[in-house]
């Protein structure tokens, strides 16, 4: 009974199925966020545009309580974003341990035959992705584990200004880019370029934490 127990507390209970649910849910988060951004942009006034005219009364040309409404619902939705890309990328290390724990076994029966394979630890995760960038063109996606960017990989990485500056000295050049996505291993090509965002790539990288 205490065996079942113990095998129980350590094995994951994460499926693909569980990821693709997160991300979706993710991805109509931030389709609601854009629609709301979108709506801000019609009133004319954005996120933190000002509701007062120059003497400080309420702007006749806004409504006023749709703009409120708006910008509340965005910080709304936000915090249910952080929640969940939390939840995500703990599902995909549930899921990435199952997959070393099965690989791992592989490598021992190739390893038996003469053989050897080189399995490489994802360093980063990108949190972001802004549609009609540079990385969404490449087919960058949220929840995705880097494992090679261009020159930086595993085996030299040491934080992000390893990736900042490979994208600073490669603008308008391919770069290689490996990441595991649900549990797969996916190699991208990724230009770094000017686009009508911010910065070359139209993405957010965070270090990934072991």
């Known amino acids: 009974m205490k065996m079942t127990e113990v095998n129980n507390a350590v094995e994951p209970s994460v499926a693909e199925g569980d990821v693709r649910l997160l991300i979706k849910r993710k991805d109509e988060i931030e389709e609601q966020i854009q629609a709301y951004y979108d709506m801000l942009q019609t009133e004319g006034v954005g996120i933190d545009g000002p509701l007062v005219d120059g003497e ?28 969940v890309m939390v939840e995500i990328e703990e599902a995909l290390h549930k899921l ?34 802004t549609q009609g960038s540079p990385a969404f063109q490449a087919g960058l996606r949220v929840g995705d584990e880097i ?16 990736i900042a ?22 190699h991208l090509s990724l230009t770094p370029q000017h686009w009508s965002g911010r910065g070359l790539l139209g993405c957010n990288i965070v270090p990934l934490h072991r």
Not at 103 to 108: A, L, P, S, Y
Not at 119 to 124: N, Y
Not at 147 to 162: A, C, I, P, W, Y
């Open 165 to 186: 500056s490979v994208v600073q000295h490669s603008e308008g050049k391919s770069l290689r880019v490996g990441v595991l996505r649900n549990g797969q291993e996916v």
């Open 147 to 162: 494992m090679e960017f261009g020159s930086v990989k595993t085996q030299n990485f040491r934080n992000l200004r390893d």
């Open 56 to 83: 400080g009364f309420p702007r006749a040309d806004v409504d006023l309580y749709k703009v409120r409404s708006a910008r509340h619902s965005i910080s709304c939705l936000q915090n249910d974003h952080k929640a």
């Open 96 to 129: 990435h341990a199952t997959a070393r724990v099965r690989e791992g076994k592989d490598e021992t029966k190739m390893e038996a035959t003469g053989q050897t394979v080189s399995l490489s630890s994802p360093f980063a995760l990108v949190d972001a992705v």
